[in-house]
């Protein structure tokens, strides 16, 4: 074994998370202990939150296998993963079982669960906004701060913030980017809220008046590219959705993105004397 962290596949693509922090060969394998002393395990401030612990105590309770699974914790008994076995282990007094990485990186966190397929993208967010070392610069804490703010005050999916705001660099795929700790913001947090609060109003327009059960990630991003034009105007906007309700309701059934703000920036430009002009027309 070279290294902490190995190569992983994501959307068919290899890429590292991060580069070995040391290159080591154990000299024996690790021990599993057993204990009941629960307190003895801390919690890393940069992992991500115990929030499926009822889901994991019925799975467990159907099928007990603690002692299979030990949890990992570093040699300051910080626990790297198992954080909600030792969670059930406490809450219901059974032995918990665990072994000692004494060459754990704060990477490997991310490696650990990215091959254990078990994070989501608010995992990743919380890990780089919250780990202070220094792989992690400030500026990208920031940015992965700024993301799980806004993901969480507007009830927007994590793929529709990477969509809108993430710079993306050659032909890596955004969201291998955002894994990989690398999200690029487009724009500063002023005008991304400013985007964000006017998405909004046009989100809940649409809910309002029942011209889609969810609002997905092409119709953000049509609106996005909308509101973004240089002259677009929030009033006449919404006088020309208030005037066109039946187009706009078929025009939100085409699945995408070019296709919805294409028919969006007609209906926005009707019997207009100033028109808007997408970035092609120019």
Known sequence: MKGILTPIKINNTQRKVMEPTQQFQPK???IIQVTTDYDQFKILD?????????????????????????????KDMEIIDGQHRWSYAQATQQPLYYVIDENFHPADLIAHNVTASNWVAR?????????????????????YGLCLQICEEFKVAY?????????????VSSSLDFKNGELRLKLPKEEIFSVMLQLEEIVNYLLKFKLV????????????HLIRLEGYDRERMFKKLEDNLDVVL????????????????EVYNKNAKNRLESPRQK
Do not use: W
């Open 28 to 30: 024996k394998p690790p």
């Open 46 to 74: 940069y992992n991500r939150p115990i929030n499926h612990l009822a889901k994991m105590s019925k799975s467990l309770a159907r099928s007990n296998k603690l002692y299979v699974h030990p949890i990992i914790v570093n």
């Open 123 to 143: 995992d990743y967010a919380y890990f780089y906004s919250s780990c202070e070392c220094k792989e992690f610069p400030v500026e990208q804490r920031r940015n």
């Open 159 to 171: 793929d529709v913030f990477i969509k809108l705001f993430h710079m993306s660099k050659g032909n």
């Open 213 to 224: 059960k969810k609002v997905n990630i092409e119709m953000y991003h049509a609106f996005y």
């Open 250 to 265: 078929n025009i939100l059934k085409f699945r995408r993105t070019d296709e919805i703000f294409n028919r969006i920036l």
